[in-house]
């Protein structure tokens, strides 16, 4: 067994990563990892390259550098690749198909499985998470409010059952209540699933509440690592996200 197999091994491990959109370089050789089972926040101003770096897990930027998913090459790969390894995106904007109703974009979800089974279990847990999905099963989902469709973009990741979630602005345009709930739901998904968490968030408070590490993004590189609680502490975090 190699160092990369043991079970110690990070659930992602990123190195030296560059990402381009032409010849725009957005990435400047990020290394960064995640535990097994944690939360991590990826905080930083309006194009820092936050986005970007979620893209360039799923393939859907050019990239250099490595990027492994439990020990194993992951970069290269097709981005359905990926998403079959585990990794599930959800992207700013949701990404939902508003002319499909809620359950149908939930079994969409669940496109690679076969385990049909398991499938019809893992929707009445979704239901169980988000009851106001299980209200509107029928209803299209263009007809739902912001919070619902955030709710379900979540939901139809969490149908392939992802080993790693890629959240992007979750609580982009929605009310406080509603980002609360659907943080409080993610806190639930993590501690009670197991699913790791790479979250992109505007909202510094509600991101280092939730992760356990966060990395801060500055023109493409990390200027700042460490544990959630102390970069809330760090006096370049809280003038910049705090406002103290």
């Known amino acids: 067994m190699t160092a990369a197999e043991t079970p110690a091994a ?19 050789g990020l ?30 930027v050019r990239t250099r550098g490595e990027i492994r998913l439990c020990g194993e ?14 990794v599930a995106h959800v992207p700013d ?11 149908e974009n939930l079994r969409l ?47 139809r990741a969490l149908m392939s059952r992802p080993r790693l979630l890629l959240l992007d602005e979750p609580s982009f345009g929605l009310a406080p209540r509603v980002v609360g709930e659907i943080f409080e739901i ?14 992109v968030e505007q909202n510094a408070s509600m991101a280092l509440g939730l992760a356990d590490h966060a990395y801060l993004l500055e023109t493409g590189r990390i200027v700042l690592a460490g544990r959630a609680d102390e970069l ?5 975090v809280r003038r910049a996200y705090f406002g103290h």
């Open 232 to 236: 809330r502490r760090d006096d370049t």
């Open 186 to 199: 993610m806190r639930r998904i993590n501690e009670t699933d197991g699913v790791s968490i790479l979250l």
């Open 31 to 60: 290394r960064f990892e995640m535990a097994r089972g944690s939360v991590t926040a990826l905080l930083g101003a309006n194009g820092a390259g936050k986005t970007t770096t979620l893209r360039a897990l799923c393939s859907m």
């Open 73 to 86: 090459r992951i970069d290269g790969k097709a981005t359905e690749d990926v998403a079959r390894l585990g």
């Open 93 to 103: 904007g949701r990404g939902t198909f508003l002319g499909l109703s809620t359950e």
């Open 10 to 28: 990070a659930l992602l491990d990123v190195r030296d990563l560059v990402a381009s959109y032409g010849a725009t370089r957005v990435l400047h």
């Open 109 to 155: 979800g669940a496109w690679a499985r076969r385990d049909r089974r398991a499938v019809a279990a893992d929707l009445d847990r979704i239901y169980g998470y988000f009851p106001r999905l299980r209200e509107r099963r029928r209803q299209q989902a263009g007809t739902l409010s912001g919070g619902e469709q955030q709710m379900l973009a979540v939901s």
